[in-house]
């Protein structure tokens, strides 16, 4: 269970295991840590161990259905599974079972990869700790008193706990990458547009992006291409190919960046971010600058706006999002009390009471006050414009460099409890990852070592142009290889809650 996906890939293709075996032991993991770490929201054994079979019945006859066949893998539960429940950790879709298959699920089923269950999540992906959940909070596996990031802390707690060697994630406003950063995994968000997004109950169509959540960088870059690519029946979908990403980890792995030109982002770093996360960002600078790359300092003068630029834009779409939640057609249904012949108005306004959560509503009425009549022009109006301006930043910055860094987080996973009742505070953790979902950018997540105050895990964080992916690739693959050589191994075997080596 410890080894990567593209190790177990190489181990079925030499017939060294089998899929069934894979996933049996995935599932017996899952059995033994999942009461500690609350990842996943509901299991199913017997589909998996059936596409496991069918598997290991391809690659007997000689016909992989593709590089992944046989090794399994988690969704998070906003993505719709055909005959498996998807409640997206509300209250309000529990127990509702969708009839159709995200695209993303269905490449993930065509290419072989055995589905071990749903994560657990923010409720609609609202959040930045997993704490919001209305099925209980995740726990990072690092230290089971600290949340594993969100909105998709489920999804890199399974990965981190070795309950699942891949993953899907969404990022919103860092939902991937952030929970990444946390618990040691590598997140990638890619370019939007690039992955589809047909089936991913939406919480913001112009923000949400569905990724991966893996152990390497190489095994990103093999999922990615797994799920990426041109989908008609997304509106949004870039009809252009996905790109030589694995060829681009590959390369990266020889830790040979001479010609490659690095921005360190000015407004990304410094005050309000914890002192072992930036000292180990600045180390790992250091260490690409060691591999021939130029590190220069480029300037995003906007990004000091976009928390509260994000903050206006996704409420307000998710606002019209949940609109659809009206207890008229599918998903949780209340009757109000005391009321003998109630309008659908009444069941409408009773069901969202007991179905959506505090974050939910909280964002709804933002959303909606942003909207309305007389505001829209002062607020939501105001934060397109400024999102503009945040894309002219990224265009100006890729002018000067081919790639930008930045932490992925400012602080370390944080205590459960220690944020919930201080939105505000819960807000900032998408600091450094908000800039890339306002551009449509692509970024990845690098663990980058351990914070000396708490030894727990941060993150390196790549970004890159539109379609550009692979240099995202190329770049955390390098970083990953010199990390590794200075580590004598994966950071996560060091990690001491779950039996690592501390």
């Given at each position: 269970m410890r080894r990567s996906a593209a190790e177990l890939a190489a181990d079925l293709a030499a017939g060294e295991t089998t899929s069934v075996e894979l996933t049996q032991a995935s599932l017996d993991r899952i059995a033994e840590v999942d009461g500690e770490v609350h990842a996943f929201l509901h299991v199913d054994a017997d589909g998996a161990l059936a596409?496991?079979?069918?598997?290991?019945?391809?690659?007997?006859?000689?016909?992989?259905?593709?590089?992944?066949?046989?090794?399994?893998?988690?969704?998070k539960d906003v993505l719709t599974t055909k005959g498996l429940p998807t409640t997206c950790g509300s209250?309000?879709?529990?127990?509702?079972?969708?009839?159709?298959?995200?695209?993303?699920?269905?490449?993930?089923?065509?290419?072989?990869?055995p589905i071990l269950g749903k994560t657990n999540m923010d409720e609609f992906a609202m959040g930045s700790s997993t704490e919001h959940s209305a099925y209980g909070p995740t726990h990072n596996p690092w230290d089971l008193g600290r949340i594993p990031g969100g909105s998709g802390g489920g999804s890199a707690a399974a990965v981190a706990s070795f309950?699942?060697?891949?993953?899907?994630g969404t990022d919103t406003g860092g939902s991937i990458r952030q929970p990444g950063a946390v618990t040691g995994t590598?997140?990638?968000?890619?370019?939007?547009?690039?992955?589809?997004?047909?089936?991913?109950?939406?919480?913001?169509?112009?923000?949400?992006?569905?990724?991966?959540?893996?152990?390497?960088?190489?095994?990103?870059?093999?999922?990615?291409?797994?799920?990426?690519?041109?989908?008609?029946?997304?509106?949004?979908?870039?009809?252009?190919?996905?790109?030589?990403?694995?060829?681009?980890?590959?390369?990266?792995?020889?830790?040979?960046?001479?010609?490659?030109?690095?921005?360190?982002?000015?407004?990304?770093?410094?005050?309000?971010?914890q002192a072992g996360v930036q000292a180990r960002f600045e180390e790992s600078v250091e260490l690409l600058v060691?591999?021939?790359?130029?590190?220069?300092?480029?300037?995003?003068?906007?990004?000091?706006?976009?928390?509260?630029?994000?903050?206006?834009?996704?409420?307000?779409?998710?606002?019209s999002?949940?609109?659809?939640?009206?207890?008229?057609?599918?998903?949780?249904?209340?009757?109000?009390?005391?009321?003998?012949?109630?309008?659908?108005?009444?069941?409408?306004?009773?069901?969202?009471?007991?179905?959506?959560?505090?974050?939910?509503?909280?964002?709804?009425i933002l959303g909606t006050y942003a909207l309305s009549s007389g505001y829209y022009d002062a607020y939501y109006g105001q934060a397109q414009k400024v999102r503009t301006l945040i894309s002219r930043d990224f265009t100006a910055a890729f002018e000067q460099a081919d790639v930008l860094v930045s932490p992925t987080a400012p602080t370390t996973a944080f205590k459960l409890g220690e944020k919930l009742d201080d939105p505000i505070a819960m807000y900032l953790n998408d600091l450094a990852t908000i800039p890339a979902n306002l551009s449509g950018v692509p970024g990845i997540s690098v663990p980058s070592g351990l914070a000396d105050e708490d030894g727990l895990p941060a993150?390196?964080?790549?970004?890159?142009?539109?379609?550009?992916?692979?240099?995202c690739y190329r770049v955390g693959a390098a970083l990953e290889a010199l990390l590794l050589d200075r580590w004598g191994g994966p950071l996560l075997d060091r990690a001491p809650a779950l039996g690592g080596t501390a």
């Open positions: 596409q496991a079979a069918e598997s290991d019945a391809r690659r007997a006859a000689g016909d992989p259905a593709s590089l992944l066949d046989g090794v399994p893998i988690a969704v209250r309000i879709l529990e127990g509702w079972v969708p009839p159709y298959d995200a695209t993303v699920v269905t490449r993930l089923r065509e290419a072989g990869l309950q699942a060697p891949l993953a899907l590598v997140g990638v968000k890619p370019t939007y547009g690039g992955v589809s997004r047909y089936g991913l109950v939406a919480l913001a169509n112009s923000l949400d992006q569905v990724g991966p959540v893996t152990r390497t960088v190489l095994d990103a870059a093999l999922l990615h291409e797994v799920i990426g690519g041109h989908d008609p029946r997304d509106s949004t979908s870039v009809d252009q190919p996905v790109g030589a990403l694995v060829d681009a980890a590959r390369q990266g792995a020889d830790a040979d960046l001479r010609g490659v030109r690095i921005g360190v982002v000015k407004e990304l770093g410094g005050e309000g971010y060691g591999a021939g790359a130029e590190v220069v300092e480029v300037s995003c003068p906007h990004f000091v706006h976009a928390l509260a630029t994000y903050y206006l834009i996704l409420p307000a779409e998710a606002s999002n949940l609109a659809k939640f009206d207890a008229m057609r599918y998903g949780l249904r209340v009757l109000p009390e005391g009321i003998e012949a109630p309008s659908a108005e009444d069941v409408m306004r009773a069901t969202r009471e007991a179905g959506f959560g505090d974050e939910v509503k909280r964002r709804i993150g390196f964080q790549v970004l890159a142009p539109a379609l550009a992916d692979d240099r």
